[in-house]
């Protein structure tokens, strides 16, 4: 091997014998014409866990386990050492023959995932003989810019003589941090070469371009929009200048010159890059519109005419038109459906445009509209403002939409991520949760979770500051484990699922504060599969459970899927029973295809809930069941990034929440939701830098107790439906509803504001007894419960669900 340093030398001394009349590009960037053997990998455009491969590279790896492959456009490498090779560069017809003195002018982009000792080489191989053309170079990780490298290599007459040759492209890595190759260039010129030089400048009405003059040469003029590949004639000249005045104002163009001698066009210059900006802003949104539905409202309006028109942004207010916040940006299309409209009230909309200068236009006229539905209808109506432990702060880690806010909810340290956790009262009294984290500052940022442990942590109230007493909930496996989940058992005492090394784990413990014994890994029957056998992980990770009343044991898998254990054996087998939530029938088409994982699972006196996140919606849906295994859904979202704010009316909006978990009470009801939030994208959360995740917990509105007293089923005939309302710690039941706004009887009813009316109450020890005028009641087959909804007299939410017949 030749060092890069001893080539510099050979540069110099060598006396250059001139073979090649014009530049030839062998690999990579041919601006204005097509990418040259995919020198800047976009022929293939594969996710990193599929590791695709370019037709015209191949990869192996010497040192490591992990595949090499492209990643939306970029070759990368997350091993000790792997080797990318590049066909030999023989595809061009004009240089089938390398000689010496050729001029090989070399470039490529390189950058480094995370913060380490991460680097990459390229060499020339001719034969057997390798030529080192950049070594080890360095690499800036965390900071998603690439680093650009470029010199020239004299081909020596042992390099002729061996042949063409073909690129190799060496990764080093640590820690499985990704090293990416993003270009390569290659090319040959010589001395002789007549090369354009491209200048631009912004004038009044566009945008002027110059270049240097050749003698009898005709001038082609290529235009690219920055992003897109492909390159538009746009003009030819003998001049050597050109003003482009049919741009869009603000959009970024690239522009390349080439030139025409005796009938053949020469390589393509210099490219430049260039926008002309104003200060106009373009015409406000026309024709904003609304289609009602239960609990969306999609909103849609004419098309700006504008031709420099970039996005536009909406925004929703209260029913006066007052507090007006945006709800959406960015959006390239003149539509948008809205999941989380306030209901039992009109929301108020407007848009507005943004070209590619940045100018805002005036806002559209203002629309007004509400849902179908009423407040209770879905689980996001249950969520309440947090309380205030001791005040709000600015002074923390966080993204602008999450400041200020309150330290002391859930969990958060600003050396730990942390990230999902159940909350439990266990028999001391206090609440508990064992939780995933790992260092803030780990070398991935957030994307260090395959390393995370599990610690346990309390505190005194529901709602924290949870604190940690333990580092490590369990000593197997030094601890590892991610995504664990508490099953409450039948005789009072836990098991909690982590997941380890890839696999589902169970543990038992008579108390959260431990001791926990390791069960072992569990078993499901693949015979049984429902996925797809590429899926069938889902049966392994993100599990939540619970367990039967006959001793068997139900999880709902990571995709929403059931499976139930053959026996009263908790680590299975498990037999599959349903498919997963994503493209089935029984969620409506708006929200059938979105992408869902991390479920949680929970039964009450009377139903089985589950609840599970769309990750790429940022969104959750609810589902509620008889028997954990048939699901119904239920309308509207569970939780979106909106469902954030405080006690005082402060409101923060995370990037994403996930991990839903709830605490539950001793009557199994849901009284807090937890969830993990992050403030930015996930591969945007470094290390050492002001972002990160941690755990909150928010009050939900509780379904109250209540009992059906019909001794016969109730059914759409059923004349009277009378239920009891059972008094509790801070409600009483003859005192504090609002008797007048009850309705009870099937969701499809109810959550309309129709159903059955209060004929009578009456008092019964503490409780109340109300009896209904069963007409209306919608109750049908499809129906397991009955709802009840209603108002207290203070106006707060009331709702409860009901067997249909007295247990």
């Known amino acids: 091997m030749i060092k890069f340093k001893t080539f510099l030398a050979v540069l110099f001394c060598t006396v250059f014998i001139p073979v090649v009349n014009a530049q030839i590009v062998l690999l990579g960037d041919n601006a204005p014409y097509t990418n040259v053997n995919d020198g800047d990998f976009t022929t293939v455009r594969g996710y990193w866990r599929q590791a695709k491969q370019s037709p015209f590279w191949t990869t192996k790896v010497l040192k490591g386990k992990e595949k090499m492959g492209l990643h939306l456009g970029s070759l990368f490498s997350m091993n000790e050492l792997g ?38 080489s390229l060499s020339l191989v001719f034969g057997d003989t390798e030529r080192i053309l950049a070594e080890k170079v360095k690499l800036i990780g965390s900071d998603k810019t690439i680093e650009h490298f470029k010199g020239t290599y004299v081909v020596s007459k042992e390099d002729a003589k061996a042949g063409l040759p073909f690129v190799r492209a060496t990764f080093y890595s640590e820690q499985g941090v990704k090293v990416y190759l993003h270009y390569v260039n290659i090319r040959i010129t010589n001395s002789k070469d007549k090369v354009l030089v491209l200048k631009a400048n912004l004038i009044k009405n566009g945008v002027a371009l110059k270049w240097n003059t050749f003698k009898n040469t005709t001038y082609k003029i290529y235009r690219s929009p920055i992003n897109k590949v492909a390159y538009q004639q746009i003009g030819e000249t003998q001049n050597n200048s050109f003003v482009d005045t049919r741009l869009i104002t603000g959009l970024p163009y690239n522009y390349v010159v080439t030139h025409i001698q005796k009938g053949v066009e020469s390589i393509g210059s210099n490219e430049v890059k260039i926008a002309k900006k104003d200060t106009i802003a373009p015409d406000a949104p026309l024709g904003l519109k609304s289609e009602i539905f239960d609990t969306e409202i999609n909103l849609f309006w004419n098309k700006n005419t504008d031709k420099d028109l970039a996005y536009y942004s909406l925004f929703r207010g209260d029913a006066n038109g007052n507090h007006m916040r945006e709800i959406a940006h960015d959006l390239k299309k003149n539509h948008y459906l809205d999941f989380t409209p306030l209901k039992e009230t009109d929301n108020t909309y407007q848009v507005y445009a943004y070209d590619y200068s940045g100018n805002r236009s005036k806002a559209s006229k203002v629309i007004k509209c509400r849902v179908k539905t009423v407040l209770g209808t879905s689980f ?24 200020p806010r309150d330290p002391d909810n859930g969990i958060e340290e600003v050396d730990w991520t942390y990230w999902g956790g159940r909350p439990v009262y266990d028999k001391d009294g206090k609440y508990h949760m064992n939780i995933t984290r790992w260092p803030a500052n780990a070398i991935k940022g957030h994307w260090e979770w395959p390393n995370s442990t599990v610690a346990h942590v309390v505190a005194d109230q529901p709602t924290g500051p949870y604190k940690v007493q333990k580092e490590l909930v369990y000593s197997f496996a030094n601890g590892k484990g991610h995504n664990p989940d508490i099953i409450l058992l039948n005789d009072g005492t836990y098991m909690m699922y982590s997941l380890i090394n890839w696999e589902a784990n169970l543990f038992t413990s008579k108390s959260m504060s431990g001791p926990w014994k390791r069960l072992g890994v569990m078993e499901v029957d693949l015979s049984t599969s429902l996925e797809n056998p590429n ?40 037999k599959a029973l349903t498919v997963g939530v994503r493209g089935n029938k029984i969620i409506p088409e708006k929200y059938r295809n979105s992408n869902y994982e991390d479920p949680v699972l929970w039964k009450d006196e009377v139903q089985y809930h589950m609840m599970i996140n769309a990750f790429l919606d940022y969104r959750a849906i609810y589902l509620r069941s008889p028997d954990g295994i048939h699901w119904k859904f239920n309308s509207g979202t569970a939780y979106t990034p909106d469902n954030t704010s405080y006690v005082d009316g402060t409101r923060t909006h995370w990037y994403k929440l996930e991990r839903p978990h709830v605490l539950q009470d001793q009557f199994g009801r849901a009284t807090h939701l937890s969830l993990a939030v992050i403030d930015v994208p996930k591969e945007d959360d470094l290390a050492k830098d002001n972002h990160n995740s941690k755990n909150i917990v928010i009050p939900l509105v509780v379904p109250k107790r209540i009992t059906m007293l019909n001794k016969t089923q109730v059914d759409s005939t059923t004349k009277n439906i009378k239920i009891l309302i059972r008094s509790e710690k801070g409600f009483n039941a003859q005192k504090d509803i609002n008797i007048k706004t009850l309705r009870f009887g099937a969701t499809e009813e109810v959550d309309f504001g129709r159903g059955c009316k209060v004929i009578k109450t009456k008092q019964k020890g503490k409780d109340l007894i109300v009896e209904f005028d069963g007409l209306g009641n919608g109750i049908t087959e499809s129906n397991f419960v009955g709802k009840l909804l209603g108002k207290t007299n203070k106006g707060e939410l009331l709702i409860g669900y009901s067997k249909l017949k007295a247990q």
């Open 535 to 574: 899926l069938n992980y889902r049966y392994y990770r993100n599990l939540s459970g619970v367990q039967l009343n006959d001793g068997r044991f139900l999880f709902v898998t990571k995709g929403g899927g059931m499976m139930v254990s053959q026996d009263k054996n908790p680590l299975g087998p498990y």
């Open 380 to 403: 996001s109506d249950l969520i309440l403002p947090m309380p205030i432990h001791k005040s709000l702060s600015s002074n923390l880690w966080g993204a602008k939409g999450v400041l």
């Open 83 to 120: 080797v990318a090779e590049s066909k030999i560069l023989n595809t061009n017809p004009k240089y089938q023959q390398a000689k010496r003195g050729d001029i090989i002018e070399w470039e490529f982009g390189a950058d480094l995932e995370y913060v380490s000792k991460g680097t990459i």
